[in-house]
C-alpha cells in the first residue's frame, strides 16, 4: 500500500526562488529518503533522515522532518532549471522490510 | 561501469505474449528490487529479493515471476500479457534490506507497451 504522499503534486516556479515540496506518510517509520527522477530516467537517492532527526542538510537541500505529525520538507534554495525533476518520498513503514514511495511532485523551474 | 542495469530498455509486445526484463547489479549488494510505475508516477514495489531469497511479494499477479540466478542478477519473467501491465518497470539494488534505511540504486526502467 503506498505510503508517502507528496504534496503539491505539481509545481512551478522560477529560476533562482526557493521550493518547498511535502511528504505525509501513515505508519511510524525509522526513516525517509527523497529522491529524484529525470524524466524518462531511473530515481536517484538526494538525502536520507533517520526517525530521530529533526533537520538535515545537503548541498542546496534542507529536509525536515516531523514524527508528531508524521510530515516532512524537502527545500530546495536557489532553484535552477536542471532542478527540474520529480521529487518522491519514501518510507521504510516502521517494522516492514521495503521502502515505500509516493506518487512524487514534479517540479518545473523556469529560465 | 554502470551500477544497475536493465534490458531492454524499451519492449513493445502483444497481449497474451511472455516477455522478461533482465536487471544486473555490480556494486556487490545483498538485495534487489522489481518496482512498477504507472502513467500517474506511482511507485509501487513488486518484489524484493535478499540474497536470492524472497523477502517480498506484493498482490502482484502470479503472471509475474522474478528469479534470481544470483545475487547480482534478479530478473522478471511475465506470463500472458496484459494490457495493464503497460508501464515503466524499475530494478534496484542496496547493500541491506530496506529496514536499515539503505540508499537504493535504481536501474534506468523498462517501458513495456502492451498493445
Known amino acids: 500500500s503506498q505510503q508517502g504522499e507528496e504534496d503539491p503534486q505539481a509545481l512551478s516556479i522560477q529560476e533562482g526562488e526557493n521550493a518547498t515540496m511535502n511528504c505525509s506518510y501513515k505508519t511510524s517509520i525509522n526513516n525517509l529518503q527523497w529522491y529524484r527522477q529525470n524524466s524518462g530516467r531511473g530515481l536517484v537517492h538526494l538525502i536520507l533522515i533517520r526517525s530521530n532527526e529533526r533537520e538535515k542538510h545537503s548541498g542546496r537541500l534542507r529536509v525536515t522532518l516531523d514524527t508528531s505529525k508524521k510530515s516532512s520538507s524537502l527545500l530546495i534554495t536557489a532553484s535552477r532549471a536542471a532542478d527540474t525533476a520529480s521529487y518522491f518520498c519514501?518510507?521504510?513503514?516502521?517494522?516492514?522490510?521495503?521502502?515505500?514511495f509516493g506518487a512524487g511532485t514534479r517540479l518545473t523551474v523556469k529560465p | 561501469d554502470t551500477a544497475v542495469s536493465q534490458t531492454p530498455k524499451y519492449l513493445v509486445t502483444q497481449m497474451g505474449n511472455d516477455k522478461s526484463i533482465k536487471c544486473e547489479q555490480n556494486?556487490?549488494?545483498?538485495?534487489m528490487y522489481w518496482y512498477k510505475q504507472d502513467s500517474k508516477k506511482f511507485l509501487k514495489i513488486m518484489f524484493s529479493?535478499?540474497?536470492?531469497?524472497?523477502?517480498i511479494n506484493e498482490t502482484v499477479p502470479n503472471r509475474f515471476s522474478p528469479k534470481s540466478p544470483d545475487k547480482a542478477h534478479l530478473n522478471l519473467h511475465i506470463n500472458s500479457l496484459e494490457l495493464g501491465d503497460s508501464a515503466v518497470y524499475f530494478c534496484?539494488?542496496?547493500?541491506?534490506?530496506?529496514?536499515?534505511?539503505?540508499?537504493?540504486?535504481f536501474g534506468p526502467g523498462t517501458r513495456l507497451t502492451v498493445l
Open positions: 519514501a518510507t521504510d513503514g516502521g517494522n516492514n522490510n521495503d521502502m515505500r
Open positions: 529479493y535478499n540474497n536470492k531469497e524472497l523477502i
Open positions: 534496484a539494488s542496496s547493500p541491506r534490506i530496506g529496514l536499515f534505511g539503505d540508499e537504493q540504486f
Open positions: 556494486l556487490g549488494h545483498d538485495t
